[in-house]
């Protein structure tokens, strides 16, 4: 069974910084793209940042030159380095990979459970 877990989440001031994280487990054979996702109350959720397994990445113009996506391989492990923190950034942050698992059902897309990102003015 795949699991996605995020953690990293919580409370921080305008202006500062924190880091996610995204572990993969489970009869895993391959991971291809892999995403962060954010969803404010009341709104869709929407892609943050998106990393291919050779590293490419992709950011949505909000957060160019302030989050930083990046991943481990060897560890099954995504990360989103977020600094310049501001309040609008508050949200649940969701990851989202493309899983190729043991079960023989082919490529299928994860999601995690989503961790809290609260930014105070």
């Known amino acids: 069974q795949v699991q996605l877990v995020e953690s990293g989440g919580g409370l921080v001031q305008a202006g500062g910084s924190l880091r996610l994280s995204c572990a993969a487990s489970g009869s895993i054979v391959s991971i291809n793209l892999m995403g962060w996702y954010l969803q404010a109350p009341g709104k869709q959720r929407t892609l943050v940042a998106s990393?291919?397994?050779?590293?490419?990445?992709n950011y949505t113009n909000s957060v160019k030159g302030r989050f930083t996506i990046s991943r481990d391989n060897a560890k099954r492990t995504m990360y989103l380095q977020m600094n310049s923190l501001k309040p609008e950034d508050t949200a649940v942050y969701y990851c989202n990979a493309e899983i190729y698992a043991r079960d023989g059902r082919g490529w299928r897309n994860y999601w995690g459970q989503g961790t809290q990102v609260t930014v105070s003015s």
């Open positions: 990393i291919t397994y050779s590293g490419s990445s």
